[in-house]
């Protein structure tokens, strides 16, 4: 594929920052947007940095008319969907108003490749698992809802506008660059891998474990972990295949295998070495108790190959990250 220049929505964030090192790696010119609310200007690979919001349409009018851009990807978005169930205001301003209002400058301008980054979370609670593209859609929180609402409005443009998008629906995204560089970092932490490791490397004391009578093997929830750097590949090949006229489609990214919570806890004192003490705790509502992806289309339909598809592999390559010692914080004892 020849080098095409991207404009890249949340390129500071845990998902961002991978894929613009997997761009410009790629020989793609990059440029990044992000208000920085949740990302980190530091870990930013390369490539130009507008610090601003999606949502800012003189913002945005003054970066597409200064350069011109073969494609957009979208990762600004809010991301919790216990918070999107208090603050439901805040994701639909952020995850749908935001959006609308990028597509609209990225339609004016002539931009007509979109890559959005999606969620399991538009499916719901799952009928059938392993989840398959055409299972109902049917979000049970404010954040899937926005989801779904993006792959909408994104279906409509691309009929009415000629902008051709994939949304790439993610299940557990997880692990780290094995350079150690990159990694996850939010803040407060909610995902289940960082937050196992956070206890390994001593900043945490146990990890919760929400309900231990799901209907799986153990009673834990099963969830199904996808790297980081595979998701980045996916949308490298999303993009090569937009390149080439490919229609807009909606593909779910996972290893289409589930483990459950106990299983990652046992797997990362494995790998770390390290004890980790875990409590049991009420389950939460609407946590379905397994999410596993079918993510057989994206790999026929855009040759996708998962590189780091067993699970200590992907903790692994995050211990590499959240087991290093952090400036002004005490060696682990």
Known sequence: MTSLSVLVAGGCGYIGTHMVKALLAAGHRVVTVDNLSTGHRELLPGGRLVEGDIGDPALLERVLAGERFDAAM??????????SVQAPLKYYRNNVAATLTLVEALVRHGVDKLIFSSSAAVYGEPETTPIREDHPCRPTSPYGHTKRMVETILADCARAHGLRSM????????????????GERHHPESHLIPLVLEVAAGRRERI?????????????????????????????????????????????????????????????????????????????????AILVAASDKARRELGWRPACETLPAIIASAWKWHGAPRPGEPQFQ
Do not use: M, Q
Request: net charge negative; charged share 20%; aromatic share 6%.
């Open 208 to 288: 919760a474990i929400f309900g231990t009578r799901h209907p799986t093997p153990d009673g834990t929830c099963v969830r199904d972990y996808i790297h980081v750097n595979d998701l980045a590949a996916a949308h490298l090949l999303a993009l090569e295949a937009l390149a080439g006229g490919a229609p807009s489609t909606a593909y779910n990214l996972g290893n289409s295998r589930g483990h459950s919570v106990r299983e990652v806890i046992e797997a990362a004192r494995r790998v770390t070495g390290r004890p980790i003490p875990a409590v049991e705790a009420p389950p939460r509502p609407g946590d379905p």
């Open 74 to 83: 979208h990762f600004a978005a809010a991301i919790e969907v216990g918070e």
């Open 167 to 182: 949304a790439l629906r993610y299940f557990n995204a997880a692990g780290a660059d094995p350079s150690g560089a990159l």
